[in-house]
């Protein structure tokens, strides 16, 4: 392994001591040290020095694991990926290891054909592979052998004696192996880790970027321990095994310090533990977290203001904690007070005051927020506004001068508005105190070490997708072991950042839908959640199929429910009749509803009575109210301020297109554009309404 090193020129200077008696995986890991490579680079090395390919386990056949026994396998670490009648290929960390491909070829009849993975993976494939059993006691050897790694479990927090009542709880394997399961999840940037039962095996899975992924099998009688060893040292009660328990830890790996949050829940005569991974150590700044540069130039602004309530919203991981620390790294600056109100305190900030709720001893979001207000505070935290009481008391702070960071359970930006009716509060008070609202999703992003690029045609998915979204993908997800196989490694935001202006406050305080407050919102500048996403789709950082599971088909379902309702309804203004005939005809052969008014008055008329259209067009030059008074009108009503605009103008000038979209317009088109140039502005307008 050092001369391999050595060519590959990854060590420089550096001569590692490998006995010639180590073991493979002893090799691999001094030289994997000395070099800092991963072992999906030092697997690619070793394959090109002895000119054969890297082993890919997501393709191994099955029918080839009854050609091997499993302690052959295991002893001689190799792993079988497909056979033949004349040929058995394997994986192996190995290819010098002649004694095994003598006794392959005596022992199956076929030749053996080797491809190079590192110790560590063949490891966990043949873990994977055959009986739980059997791998929780490989794990547990793997354990002994690294129990002096820096990578060891400690427990910080010391638990009391009185809290250990069972001693097979105490035994060593059970605490080295639920010892394993904390460091796996750690090393693997797992954010939870949940512990499931079955009705003879259970369940080891990791929530990495989001998405579910299983670890390891465990006979019952293991996992059980497991979770009684969890509850000691979270200082539950493992004797109760009838009632929903939460707690709390402090353990250390390596040089890093981690809280984990427990919680058991009983299951069918068994337990469910889920355990919530905090890196206490951590600290993130909004520029850390990728933020698209508009939305964060937008969550600034609504920072800027000294009172008021900024809500941040989305549903549970989805970064909500992350980006409010991240905006109270921004603000304190020492120059204010700013103080929190959390349940639980997930990660500690120095210079400010934090605020650990406690049902139990009477101290509620609402109590704790009413006593903060006597401590003169600048900038308040509140880690979640569930109820009316707390609402109400965020309210009357934004509106004695706090600015109030919270969070509320919405789907977007625009619901934290009837979320906030939802809690008691009233329109007029929160059109004064509401600054503004984020909601956000992560995505995953694709893996570096194994994304490629789009070339050439895309598969029918890819097109389907593309057809549906109308942007093409540029990379596409495959999968190696640096990302467990998935494809994506590491998440961004995806954001849309609603600011108040005076359209959207008048909006609200006249009780309008969800619907108005959002084309609303997105004409004072909100960029909708699913147009960030296909941006980072653009930049080759994440893919379509990953915008899809996360965000859903928006624009596809918005699209299916205006077919349900009928076609898009458009108001044509114009005083000449040739021009409304020759508009009427045009959009009705492309499916469009259209109705016409000679000048402004008579659109007004309309509107009043039935503004439910969407899109108006209107001439600029009209007898009575022309265009760009007509325009000021749609905008400066509450009922209409929302809908879309099309001006047709007879000239072309940079002046009076800037004077135009200034005033409100969405768009223009000239009197002399074709007919295809015409109907394609409609259609981009009206799309744009739907998103």
Same mark, same amino acid.
């Given at each position: 392994?050092?001369?391999?090193?050595?060519?590959?020129?990854?060590?420089?200077?550096?001569?590692?001591?490998?006995?010639?008696?180590?073991?493979?995986?002893?090799?691999?890991?001094?030289?994997?040290?000395?070099?800092?490579?991963?072992?999906?680079?030092?697997?690619?090395?070793?394959?090109?020095?002895?000119?054969?390919?890297?082993?890919?386990?997501? @393709?191994?056949?099955?029918?080839?694991?009854?050609?091997?026994?499993?302690?052959?396998?295991?002893?001689?670490?190799?792993?079988?990926?497909?056979?033949?009648?004349?040929?058995?290929?394997?994986? @192996?960390?190995?290819?010098?290891?002649?004694?095994?491909?003598?006794?392959?070829?005596?022992?199956?009849?076929?030749?053996?054909?080797?491809?190079?993975?590192?110790?560590?993976?063949?490891?966990?494939?043949?873990?994977?592979?055959?009986?739980?059993?059997?791998?929780?006691?490989?794990?547990?050897?793997?354990?002994?052998?690294?129990?002096?790694?820096?990578?060891?479990?400690?427990?910080?927090?010391?638990?009391?004696?009185?809290?250990? @009542?069972?001693?097979?709880?105490?035994?060593?394997?059970?605490?080295?192996?639920?010892?394993?399961?904390?460091?796996?999840?750690?090393?693997?940037?797992?954010?939870?880790?949940?512990?499931?039962?079955?009705?003879?095996?259970?369940?080891?899975?990791?929530?990495?970027?989001?998405?579910?992924?299983?670890?390891?099998?465990?006979?019952?009688?293991?996992?059980?321990?497991?979770?009684?060893?969890?509850?000691?040292?979270?200082?539950?009660?493992?004797?109760?095994?009838?009632?929903?328990?939460?707690?709390?830890?402090?353990?250390?790996?390596?040089?890093?310090?981690?809280?984990?949050?427990?919680?058991?829940?009983?299951?069918?005569?068994?337990? /469910?533990?889920?355990?919530?991974?905090?890196?206490?150590?951590?600290?993130?700044?909004?520029?850390?977290?990728?933020?698209?540069?508009?939305?964060?130039?937008?969550?600034?602004?609504?920072?800027?203001?000294?009172?008021?309530?900024?809500?941040?919203?989305?549903?549970?991981?989805?970064?909500?904690?992350?980006?409010?620390?991240?905006?109270?790294?921004?603000?304190?600056?020492?120059?204010?007070?700013?103080?929190?109100?959390?349940?639980?305190?997930?990660?500690?900030?120095?210079?400010?005051?934090?605020?650990?709720?406690?049902?139990?001893?009477?101290?509620?979001?609402?109590?704790?927020?009413?006593?903060?207000?006597?401590?003169?505070?600048?900038?308040?935290?509140?880690?979640?506004?569930?109820?009316?009481?707390?609402?109400?008391?965020?309210?009357?702070?934004?509106?004695?001068?706090?600015?109030?960071?919270?969070?509320?359970?919405?789907?977007?930006?625009?619901?934290?508005?009837?979320?906030?009716?939802?809690?008691?509060?009233?329109?007029?008070?929160?059109?004064?105190?509401?600054?503004?609202?984020?909601?956000?999703?992560?995505?995953?992003?694709?893996?570096?070490?194994?994304?490629?690029?789009?070339?050439?045609?895309?598969?029918?998915?890819?097109?389907?997708?593309?057809?549906?979204?109308?942007?093409?993908?540029?990379?596409?997800?495959?999968?190696?072991?640096?990302?467990?196989?998935?494809?994506?490694?590491?998440?961004?935001?995806?954001?849309?950042?609603?600011?108040?202006?005076?359209?959207?406050?008048?909006?609200?305080?006249?009780?309008?839908?969800?619907?108005?407050?959002?084309?609303?919102?997105?004409?004072?500048?909100?960029?909708?959640?699913?147009?960030?996403?296909?941006?980072?789709?653009?930049?080759?950082?994440?893919?379509?199929?990953?915008?899809?599971?996360?965000?859903?088909?928006?624009?596809?379902?918005?699209?299916?429910?205006?077919?349900?309702?009928?076609?898009?309804?458009?108001?044509?203004?114009?005083?000449?009749?040739?021009?409304?005939?020759?508009? /009427?005809?045009?959009?009705?052969?492309?499916?469009?509803?259209?109705?016409?008014?000679?000048?402004?008055?008579?659109?007004?008329?309309?509107?009043?009575?039935?503004?439910?259209?969407?899109?108006?067009?209107?001439?600029?030059?009209?007898?009575?109210?022309?265009?760009?008074?007509?325009?000021?009108?749609?905008?400066?009503?509450?009922?209409?301020?929302?809908?879309?605009?099309?001006?047709?103008?007879?000239?072309?000038?940079?002046?009076?297109?800037?004077?135009?979209?200034?005033?409100?317009?969405?768009?223009?088109?000239?009197?002399?554009?074709?007919?295809?140039?015409?109907?394609?502005?409609?259609?981009?307008?009206?799309?744009?309404?739907?998103?």
């Amino acid at each position: 392994m050092v001369r391999i090193a050595q060519r590959a020129d990854l060590l420089g200077d550096k001569r590692p001591d490998v006995p010639p008696d180590a073991s493979p995986e002893d090799a691999w890991r001094t030289v994997a040290r000395a070099t800092g490579a991963s072992e999906t680079k030092l697997s690619q090395v070793v394959a090109d020095f002895f000119r054969m390919t890297v082993a890919d386990f997501s @393709t191994a056949d099955p029918t080839a694991f009854l050609l091997v026994p499993e302690d052959f396998a295991r002893k001689h670490r190799i792993f079988p990926l497909s056979g033949s009648d004349r040929q058995l290929v394997l994986a @192996t960390s190995d290819p010098t290891d002649m004694e095994a491909e003598r006794l392959i070829g005596f022992t199956t009849g076929r030749k053996a054909v080797f491809q190079v993975a590192s110790p560590r993976a063949i490891q966990a494939a043949l873990d994977a592979r055959f009986s739980p059993e059997k791998a929780v006691e490989n794990l547990l050897g793997n354990l002994e052998l690294e129990a002096e790694d820096e990578d060891a479990v400690k427990l910080v927090e010391a638990m009391g004696p009185e809290a250990i @009542t069972e001693g097979d709880v105490q035994a060593t394997p059970v605490v080295k192996l639920t010892n394993l399961i904390i460091r796996d999840a750690i090393s693997q940037g797992a954010s939870d880790i949940h512990i499931e039962p079955g009705r003879r095996i259970g369940t080891v899975r990791y929530r990495v970027d989001g998405v579910l992924r299983k670890h390891m099998d465990l006979p019952m009688s293991a996992l059980n321990r497991v979770i009684s060893r969890v509850k000691i040292l979270s200082k539950l009660d493992i004797t109760d095994r009838l009632r929903p328990q939460d707690g709390k830890a402090r353990v250390q790996v390596g040089n890093s310090a981690y809280d984990l949050r427990v919680s058991t829940l009983p299951a069918g005569g068994a337990e /469910k533990c889920v355990i919530r991974v905090l890196d206490s150590s951590s600290s993130v700044t909004l520029e850390d977290l990728n933020v698209p540069e508009l939305e964060l130039g937008r969550f600034r602004q609504l920072l800027s203001f000294r009172e008021g309530i900024v809500l941040v919203t989305g549903p549970t991981g989805s970064g909500k904690t992350s980006t409010l620390y991240g905006a109270l790294r921004e603000l304190a600056d020492g120059k204010v007070n700013i103080m929190t109100v959390e349940d639980p305190i997930e990660y500690e900030l120095s210079s400010i005051t934090q605020t650990q709720v406690e049902t139990k001893q009477g101290l509620t979001f609402a109590s704790a927020l009413r006593s903060i207000l006597r401590q003169d505070p600048d900038v308040i935290l509140v880690g979640e506004i569930r109820d009316r009481e707390t609402a109400e008391t965020a309210a009357q702070a934004a509106m004695t001068g706090h600015l109030v960071l919270a969070t509320v359970h919405a789907n977007d930006a625009v619901s934290a508005i009837p979320r906030l009716v939802d809690l008691g509060l009233q329109y007029s008070i929160i059109a004064s105190t509401l600054r503004g609202a984020l909601a956000q999703r992560l995505i995953r992003k694709v893996c570096n070490n194994c994304a490629e690029p789009v070339q050439g045609e895309l598969t029918p998915d890819e097109e389907g997708l593309a057809k549906r979204h109308g942007v093409e993908p540029t990379v596409r997800a495959v999968g190696c072991p640096e990302c467990g196989f998935s494809g994506y490694r590491g998440r961004l935001p995806v954001m849309e950042v609603m600011t108040l202006g005076p359209r959207l406050t008048a909006g609200i305080e006249a009780r309008k839908g969800t619907v108005t407050l959002n084309k609303l919102a997105q004409q004072g500048g909100m960029r909708p959640m699913h147009a960030v996403g296909l941006d980072w789709v653009r930049e080759g950082a994440t893919t379509l199929v990953e915008i899809e599971r996360v965000l859903g088909q928006t624009l596809d379902e918005l699209e299916k429910d205006g077919d349900e309702k009928g076609p898009p309804r458009i108001l044509l203004v114009d005083d000449d009749e040739g021009a409304r005939v020759m508009m /009427k005809t045009l959009l009705e052969n492309e499916g469009f509803e259209t109705h016409e008014a000679e000048d402004g008055h008579e659109a007004m008329d309309i509107l009043k009575l039935d503004p439910d259209f969407s899109l108006v067009i209107l001439d600029l030059a009209m007898p009575a109210m022309d265009g760009r008074e007509l325009l000021n009108t749609i905008r400066g009503s509450v009922d209409t301020a929302a809908l879309p605009v099309l001006i047709r103008t007879g000239s072309e000038t940079a002046s009076e297109e800037t004077e135009l979209l200034e005033a409100g317009a969405d768009d223009f088109v000239t009197k002399s554009a074709g007919a295809a140039r015409f109907v394609a502005r409609v259609k981009a307008i009206i799309r744009r309404s739907l998103l």
